[in-house]
């Protein structure tokens, strides 16, 4: 997954963009729902958000890296929920 750090100034640039809807208003920062974060695999080039982004905030989560077969199954678990 994607983590959003310090850095977010709270334009609300990001939240719209996001395929899955993980990303919340925050205070004082935006956060990104771990479990819906897919980092736009099968559906972007790049995710979304960090294309954006304008202070360049979201980056990947070290404590949280996800193989591309792992995304691919958490996208497909979310869109059999909708
Ligand atoms: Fe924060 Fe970047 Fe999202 Fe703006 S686009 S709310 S700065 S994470």
Redesign the pocket.
Same mark, same amino acid.
């Not at 850095?7 to 939240?15: L, T």
């Not at 954006?52 to 979201?58: E, Q, T």
């Given at each position: 997954a994607l983590i959003?750090n310090d850095? *977010?100034? +709270? *334009? @609300? +640039? /990001?939240?719209e963009e996001c395929p899955t809807s993980a990303?919340e208003e925050g205070d004082p920062?935006?956060f990104i729902d771990p479990d819906r974060c897919i980092e736009c695999v099968g559906v972007y080039d790049e995710p979304a *958000?960090v294309s954006? *982004?304008?202070? @360049? /905030?979201?980056v990947p989560d070290k404590d949280n890296v996800e193989s591309i077969a792992e995304l691919q199954f958490k996208y497909k678990q979310l869109l059999n929920e909708e």
């Open positions: 959003i850095e *977010c100034i +709270a *334009c @609300d +640039a /990001c939240r990303i920062i935006y *958000c954006v *982004c304008p202070v @360049d /905030c979201i």
